[in-house]
């Protein structure tokens, strides 16, 4: 009995690596405003994207390319993007039990601080 559970438990834990990325929700994860519950707009968000784009990087990442400038840089440019979105008065909220957070780790942590 104490194998079967022992199995279980292990199945459990790894089916989060299972779930493709592709499959992970918009809604598990998401910029709320703290005193409404609105959802943050697109003109906010990319607002403060194109913000910590050039905070960090002086342009806009080339969508074309790869930019391996931008790339490298993600950890400092998802804080002040995370910082700028939360400066504007919302938060990053995650669903409970969510897969958003374990395969898309850097993100999270990046967001981690603006969630209270």
């Not at 990325?21 to 943050?40: M, N, P, Q």
């Not at 990319?46 to 930019?67: H, L, Q, T, W």
Request: glycine share 4%; charged share 25%; hydrophobic share 35%.
């Amino acid at each position: 009995m104490k194998y079967i559970i022992y199995f279980f438990v292990c199945l459990f834990i790894s089916s989060c690596s299972l779930v493709p990325l592709y499959s992970i929700s918009d809604s598990d994860a998401k910029w709320v405003h703290r005193a409404t519950g609105e959802e943050v707009s697109q003109k906010i968000l990319g607002e403060c994207a194109d913000y910590a784009s050039f905070s960090v990087i002086k342009r806009k990442p080339n969508p074309n390319i790869v930019d391996k400038e931008y790339l490298n840089n993600l950890d400092r440019i998802y804080d002040i993007e995370g910082k700028c979105l939360y400066e504007n008065g919302f938060i990053f909220k995650v669903k409970m039990f969510s897969a958003y957070c374990y395969r898309l780790e850097d993100v999270c942590n990046a967001y981690d601080k603006y969630r209270k």
